[in-house]
């Protein structure tokens, strides 16, 4: 005769005196339906209460769904060995080459492409930039699409910033020289060092002579100021011009002036001596016996 929980007595969490250990059962039967449906609760009696919260649970109505859900985690675990997780500090080489397997991530940089619009083509030929864009790309293990996707983006800021300034170029232009000035400045300073020599200093006085000379002061004498400050080619010609107009046919230079112009005579002295023909008569012998009497008559000035 078969015995029921109550003709035994016993019921869930008592022990079984019918059994070999004399061990505590627990029956389930008092939480599972005759159809598998799990009763209200099922969750606080049977799983660990640090996984209670755990959103799984909220899907597990019955146990058929307890194995379904088992089923389904087996095959995914199956398909990736180990399984698949997102890449951390503490991941191990392994980890992280089944990640990007799994992502689709190309095992080199050099397996991104990307074709730009022809419109933008011209900024992504450079092969060094690329290469680092790919290599920096691959480090942060995007895929092929993320890779076009940033690539994309850039190339449309690219357009955008075309567009504006084909819209607006003196803008950009006034931007991009202001910055660039300091360093055209230095170049055209250490460009016309080597062309003039020792006649540097001279000539320049006399470039800025002739500005000084031809304009008024405002706006456009600084900028004629600025510009052989910063360009060779017009600082030489400028200078070049002066000097022609203030010498004679006899060969004598008198850019210098006289002694009424300048108040400083050690600095005309100075520039007299720089000048090339000032040491080498050979080139022009009238103008430097001139610059010879010049700085003669200086130095007597100087001792009246």
Do not use: C
């Not at 606080?44 to 109505?61: A, H, M, S």
């Amino acid at each position: 005769m078969t015995e029921t929980m109550e003709e035994t007595g016993t019921e869930l969490g008592q022990s079984d005196p019918g059994t070999e250990t004399g061990q505590s059962t627990v029956s389930t039967e008092s939480y599972i339906e005759s159809d598998g449906t799990f009763k209200q609760g099922w969750v606080d009696k049977f799983v660990p209460e640090d996984q209670r919260g755990n959103t799984t649970w909220l899907g597990i109505k019955k146990v058929d769904d307890m194995a379904n859900q088992i089923i389904h985690a087996q095959k995914k675990i199956s398909q990736q060995g180990k399984g698949v997780f997102p890449i951390t500090e503490k991941s191990t080489p392994l980890e992280v080459a089944e990640f990007r397997k799994s992502m689709g991530i190309p095992d080199k940089p050099e397996g991104y492409t990307f074709e730009p619009a022809p419109e933008v083509a011209q900024y992504y030929q450079d092969k060094t930039l690329m290469d680092e864009a790919r290599k920096v790309l691959h480090q942060e293990n995007l895929t092929p699409r993320q890779f076009n996707t940033v690539m994309a983006l850039d190339a449309m800021r690219v357009k955008q910033y075309e567009e504006a300034m084909a819209a607006d170029p003196v803008s950009f232009y006034e931007v991009a020289l202001e910055r660039a000035l300091p360093a055209m400045k230095a170049n055209a300073e250490k460009d016309l060092k080597v062309k003039w020599g020792d006649a540097y200093d001279a000539r320049l006085n006399l470039a800025n002579a002739a500005i000084t000379e031809n304009t008024s002061e405002g706006e456009d004498r600084d900028k004629l100021l600025q510009r052989i400050g910063n360009d060779p080619v017009v600082a030489d010609f400028i200078a070049t011009i002066q000097k022609k107009h203030h010498t004679e046919p006899s060969g004598v230079d008198t850019s210098l002036g006289t002694s009424g112009v300048s108040d400083n005579v050690d600095q005309r002295i100075a520039e007299i001596m720089r000048d090339p023909d000032y040491t080498d008569g050979r080139a022009n012998p009238s103008r430097h016996k001139y610059l010879i009497n010049e700085t003669v008559r200086l130095r007597e000035m100087k001792l009246k």
